[in-house]
């Protein structure tokens, strides 16, 4: 029966969950090895499964990358609605969540802003959706609460704007691992937005 023996151990899973587990997986490969590493079959491997199983969910390397993308944006929508919870300073706290989340997962946060991936339909719908949690903080803010809608939606850009140009530079700079840059950009959004 050793003939039988291929040396690969098959990972037991579920199959309705097979689709969560490729998403886990194909992270994992992400953060530890980058875009390069990440392929289909890779992921199969790891998995412990046949590359025909990932196949039927993600016909390419393209999907899986939309579909990983499309996941980080939920996480972030979640982080910066957790964030907004009842705080006086929600321009702060949205700031730093979105920092935050930049910081503890620095590859899937490049994937997400990869322009061939954002242009994925499904991936852009996400980003939008996080991008409404800013705007509906900023509109339940007691500072800017008067303003009409057109100016909350600008504001949120210049604070999507700042939280995602300061969370790239500092991911850039391993000496700013205490995130002061991002400090400086939220007393700087903070000072821009306060009402005289």
Not at 132 to 137: G, I, K, R, Y
């Amino acid at each position: 029966m050793a003939w039988l023996e291929t040396g690969v151990r098959r990972r037991s899973y579920h199959v309705g969950n097979l689709r969560a587990q490729l998403l886990d997986e194909a992270r994992a490969l992400l953060e530890s090895g980058g875009l390069s590493q990440l392929n289909l079959r890779a992921l199969a491997a790891r998995a412990g499964i046949a590359p025909g199983s990932v196949y039927h969910h993600y016909a390419s390397k393209q999907a899986l990358l939309a579909g990983l993308a499309a996941a980080g944006f939920g996480e972030l929508e979640a982080a910066l609605r957790a964030a907004s919870g009842g705080d006086a300073t929600p321009i702060r706290t949205c700031a730093q969540a979105y920092f935050d989340f930049a910081q503890a997962q620095p590859a899937l946060y490049a994937l997400m802003f990869d322009p061939p991936v954002l242009a994925v339909p499904e991936v852009d719908a996400a980003r939008v959706r996080a991008f409404e949690v800013l705007e509906d903080v900023i509109a339940g803010s007691p500072t800017q609460s008067d303003r009409d809608s057109r100016t909350i939606h600008q504001i949120a850009l210049a604070v999507w704007a700042c939280g995602h140009g300061a969370a790239s530079m500092t991911l850039a700079d391993p000496a700013d691992g205490e995130g002061r840059l991002m400090d400086e950009v939220i007393a700087g959004l903070e000072a821009l937005f306060r009402r005289r």
